[in-house]
């Protein structure tokens, strides 16, 4: 006769609702976290590529955080040479207006100030550290504070004191550039050109009053002819700052867009689908009941029941 036993019952019963009682719980747990696992154990294989994936982010926020550092000086590099550019086509302008008048009166007066602006923005520091002293950032480039101070010193060269190597700035691995300029190479021509009409005023040919001669004449379309490239160079150094600002500008959009697009990649290796996750949440709840209810029932099964 067959003989009736409740213990392997019970045990199919015992190991169903363990199950879905886990499964009841990564359920959960995929809901509250919106993650497919809470540890490193639910992804290992996609391990590898999430970790390639977050050091490729971390590199990418680093030099995110590089070009923001560079944008202001970059900003405040354009606008010291602009001032240059601006004082300079003031000079043209006034040697244009002295030939045109026939008066060369204010001609030194308007070199001062123009002068001034000039040694003002070949100086200017950005937090702290002279622009365009090149690696030489703790004294100022350019050492003339005055027009005698020009006339006075044996050749141009002497005025400038920066260094001859240019600052270079890592973006990140594969980028590195130049990111700033020499005061000698933005303004040793214009210089000259300050040098020789201060000299000439206080030489022989000057000085000039407002009325030139035909020997000041010459020396005037001279120094305007010469004039005229200088201001082109400085014009082309200005158009090279801004071209470092848009490729910089380039490169940390890129880089932006790349962290985008590889935190999507992790987060559809990490992240649960939270409709599929509820979904299951529902059904393990709904398995956890019925097998309770299987095991209880089983649990209250005894041949007494029978022979009452």
Known sequence: MTRISTTQANLSALNHLLRNQTDLVDAQNQVSSGKKATDLKGLV???????????????????VER????????????????????AADQIRQ??????????????????????????????????????????KVDAEPFTAKT??????AAAVSDLFQNASVKPVSRIDDGLTLETGFLADDVATDLMTIIKAIKDFNDGAGGPFTDSIDATQRAFIQAQLAAITPALDAINQVQGK????????????????????LL???IG???????AEAASRLQQAQTAVEASARTFNILSNVSLLNFIR
Do not use: Y
């Open 241 to 260: 700052n801004g071209l470092l600002q848009k490729q910089l500008e380039t490169t940390q959009a890129r880089e932006e867009d790349r962290q985008i």
């Open 45 to 63: 294989k996609e391990l590898g590529t999430i970790n390639a994936a977050r050091s490729v982010i971390s590199r990418s926020e680093s030099a």
């Open 263 to 265: 935190t999507g990649v």
């Open 147 to 152: 027009l005698d101070d020009v006339a006075a």
């Open 268 to 274: 559809d290796l990490e992240d649960a689908d939270l």
């Open 94 to 135: 006034n040697l244009i207006g002295s030939l045109g008048l026939d008066d060369g009166l204010n001609l030194m007066q308007n070199l001062e100030a123009a002068f001034g602006e000039i040694t003002v923005a070949l100086n200017q520091k950005f937090n702290g550290r002279s622009l365009f002293g090149g690696t």
């Open 67 to 86: 070009i923001k550092e560079l944008e202001p000086k970059l900003s405040v590099q354009d606008a010291a040479l602009g001032q240059i550019s601006s």
